[in-house]
């Protein structure tokens, strides 16, 4: 799409790098232009009196004062969440500044800071491979859960997620020394799977982290190319969970230099 406009602007040649001519017109990218369009539109939340029922839902000091918890985001159940429109529930995050805000500078994004750049022998991914069989992954991942599970200086995260009316279910399992040591459960409104998976490999590596000796982490997901967003340097719109992602495995990389971590995929349908 901003293709072929800055070839219009420009009157180029269609067979002009991409990257180039949207350089020279000055577009912006289209996810942060609907970012920009989506805090806007989102202003005119502020200007509503307080006693207005919209600022009820989304404040939650309000609904202290005026004894309206029952309307407030977090008292409603799934049903109730599922039923509400995905607007409502970004100025309520916006306004209780549930998430944080995204910056493009970021240290963790500047070439030559990032953590593909400094560590790129302490990273390494296992895809499963189409031809394989069923019966051959479930023996590939057997052998490195047994390989791994014998080790107290290895986290095992296993992760899914799944969406059903509108509300999505994350899960994170972390396993070390052959014991399950935490399990994770969270839900969100209006959560793309993608970012849900994200959130919850970020949660099972903080936590990891948190447990002492551990020098090896082995992350079990069904979402791989989620998982390659992590390292990815162009910009996307999941780079708020990046940020965190990459800062925390700065962390643990730098405490040794033999910590390492794998990401292992895992079909869906063999869990």
């Known amino acids: 799409m901003q293709r072929r406009a800055a070839i219009w602007i420009l009157e180029t040649f269609k067979t002009s790098p991409s990257y180039s001519i ?4 000055g577009l912006i990218s289209i996810n942060l232009h609907l970012q920009k369009l989506g805090g806007h539109s989102q202003l005119q939340a502020y200007s509503l009196p307080s006693s207005h029922l919209i600022c009820s839902f989304i404040n939650s000091q309000l ?11 977090n008292s409603l159940s799934n049903q109730q969440c599922s039923l509400i429109k995905g607007y409502l529930v970004d100025m309520a995050n916006q306004s209780n500044k549930c998430f944080p805000s995204f910056t493009s500078l970021d240290s963790e994004f500047s070439p030559g800071h990032r953590v593909i750049d400094n560590f790129p022998e302490c990273i390494s991914f296992n895809i499963c491979r189409k031809e394989n069989n069923d019966k051959s992954c479930e023996q590939e991942l057997d052998k490195i859960v047994l390989e791994n599970s014998s080790s107290s200086s290895v986290a095992i995260i296993v992760s899914d997620v799944s969406i059903k009316n509108n509300v999505t279910i994350s899960i994170t399992h972390i396993h070390t ?8 459960i969270h839900h969100a409104v209006y959560v793309i799977s993608t970012e849900a998976e994200l959130f919850t490999i970020r949660c099972g590596i903080n936590q990891s ?3 002492n000796n551990i020098s090896k982490i082995v992350v079990i997901t069904d979402s791989i190319h989620a998982i390659k967003k992590i390292f990815n340097p162009f ?3 999941y780079q708020t969970q990046l940020a965190a992602i990459l800062s925390d495995l700065h962390k643990f990389f730098n405490r040794y230099e033999t910590n390492f971590i794998k990401f292992w995929e895992c079909p869906s349908h063999l869990k």
Not at 22 to 25: D, G, M, N, R, T
Not at 177 to 184: A, I
């Open 63 to 73: 609904n202290l004062q005026s004894n309206l918890n029952a309307v407030a985001l």
């Open 22 to 25: 949207e350089a020279l017109v």
């Open 209 to 211: 982290l948190s447990i």
């Open 177 to 184: 020394f052959d014991k399950p040591l935490m399990k994770m």
């Open 235 to 237: 910009v996307h719109p």
